[in-house]
């Protein structure tokens, strides 16, 4: 039999917003090492059609796996919403069947009732996640009797993509969307950042939130939740390596790429343009 393929960690975002994931990912998994690729040149996917997204999200996938990478995270809600199911049930199967693709809206779900004192929960994700309907499912099968109200706020990758978060125009939308969500239901208080971008714009939303509603994001429970897996599942853990290296790419231009990403990351970032064939330009 040939042998399975040995590597790194793959991390899947649209853009920039799976950076804030990885950072904790390699917090916790400091040994470990992680392949990041942001599809900037297709971002935002928020807004794009399921049929979209999964064929967009499956090619990453197919060249996460080229690049030997035993185990993708989606580190993007809408990736997870939309394609994540197909890819496991109909592709995987196929393509890879020893290899492991997960994402980030299940092991957020498993917790998210543990930050609520009220058991009203707010979601604040792309319209493509809200659609889904992925958050209110997942939740009600860890915590049935919690209450989940959804916004969608279609403009926040936008400004975060282009660099524009800080500006007025965003203090605006986040204050727009932060306002709509509160008056869906009194009591609320818990809001989950349900879109690996949104980190960015905390201090921002923090700025127009009651006192006694919690700010949730979704980075250290995705680490934490890994490297559960991981303990869990020795067959694939023994395949992912381990030299602590981080390697980034973007199917955009790199220079922009690593201009944007240590914003998210925390730290300098170095990325390789990458078409979808596998080429590293
Ligand atoms: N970071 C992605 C998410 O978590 C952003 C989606 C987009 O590209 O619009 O949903």
Same mark, same amino acid.
């Given at each position: 039999?040939?042998?399975?393929?040995?590597?790194?960690?793959?991390?899947?975002?649209?853009?920039?917003?799976?950076? #804030?994931?990885?950072?904790?990912?390699?917090?916790?998994?400091?040994?470990?090492?992680?392949?990041?690729?942001?599809?900037?040149?297709?971002?935002?996917?928020?807004?794009?059609? @399921?049929?979209?997204?999964?064929?967009?999200?499956?090619?990453?996938?197919?060249?996460?796996?080229?690049?030997?990478?035993?185990?993708?995270?989606?580190?993007?809600?809408?990736?997870?919403?939309?394609?994540?199911? #197909?890819?496991?049930?109909?592709?995987?199967?196929?393509?890879?069947?020893?290899?492991?693709?997960?994402?980030?809206?299940?092991?957020?779900?498993?917790?998210?009732?543990?930050?609520?004192?009220?058991?009203?929960?707010?979601?604040?994700?792309?319209?493509? #996640?809200?659609?889904?309907?992925?958050?209110?499912?997942?939740?009600?099968?860890?915590?049935?009797?919690?209450?989940?109200?959804?916004?969608?706020?279609?403009?926040?990758?936008?400004?975060?993509?282009?660099?524009?978060?800080?500006?007025?125009?965003?203090?605006?939308?986040?204050?727009?969307?932060?306002?709509?969500?509160?008056?869906?239901?009194?009591?609320?208080?818990?809001?989950?950042?349900?879109?690996?971008?949104?980190?960015?714009?905390?201090?921002?939303?923090?700025?127009?939130?009651?006192?006694?509603?919690?700010?949730?994001?979704?980075?250290?429970?995705?680490?934490?939740?890994?490297?559960?897996?991981?303990?869990?599942?020795?067959?694939?853990?023994?395949?992912? #390596?381990?030299?602590?290296?981080?390697?980034? @790419?973007?199917?955009?231009?790199?220079?922009?790429?690593?201009?944007?990403?240590?914003?998210?990351?925390?730290?300098?970032?170095?990325?390789?343009?990458?078409?979808?064939?596998?080429?590293?330009?």
């Amino acid at each position: 039999m040939q042998s399975l393929s040995k590597g790194p960690i793959g991390v899947f975002d649209s853009g920039y917003g799976g950076l #804030t994931v990885l950072r904790d990912l390699v917090a916790t998994l400091p040994e470990n090492d992680f392949c990041y690729l942001g599809d900037s040149a297709r971002a935002p996917y928020g807004n794009r059609s @399921f049929a979209t997204v999964y064929q967009y999200t499956l090619q990453c996938v197919e060249w996460f796996f080229k690049q030997g990478c035993p185990l993708v995270i989606l580190a993007c809600n809408t990736a997870s919403a939309k394609a994540l199911r #197909t890819i496991q049930q109909n592709d995987l199967p196929k393509i890879a069947p020893h290899n492991r693709v997960l994402g980030v809206i299940r092991p957020t779900a498993e917790v998210i009732g543990q930050y609520t004192k009220k058991g009203k929960v707010g979601v604040l994700a792309t319209q493509g #996640t809200v659609t889904s309907e992925s958050y209110p499912l997942e939740i009600a099968k860890f915590f049935p009797t919690l209450s989940v109200f959804q916004e969608a706020c279609p403009m926040w990758v936008p400004l975060i993509e282009n660099n524009e978060y800080l500006s007025e125009g965003a203090d605006y939308f986040v204050k727009k969307h932060v306002e709509a969500i509160l008056k869906k239901e009194k009591g609320i208080d818990v809001l989950l950042l349900a879109c690996t971008h949104y980190p960015l714009l905390r201090p921002i939303i923090e700025k127009h939130l009651p006192q006694g509603v919690r700010l949730i994001s979704q980075g250290e429970i995705v680490a934490a939740s890994l490297a559960d897996y991981l303990k869990r599942h020795p067959e694939i853990s023994d395949r992912c #390596t381990r030299r602590g290296e981080l390697k980034f @790419f973007t199917t955009d231009s790199a220079p922009d790429f690593d201009a944007h990403a240590a914003q998210f990351f925390g730290a300098p970032v170095r990325a390789y343009t990458v078409n979808l064939a596998g080429t590293v330009i």
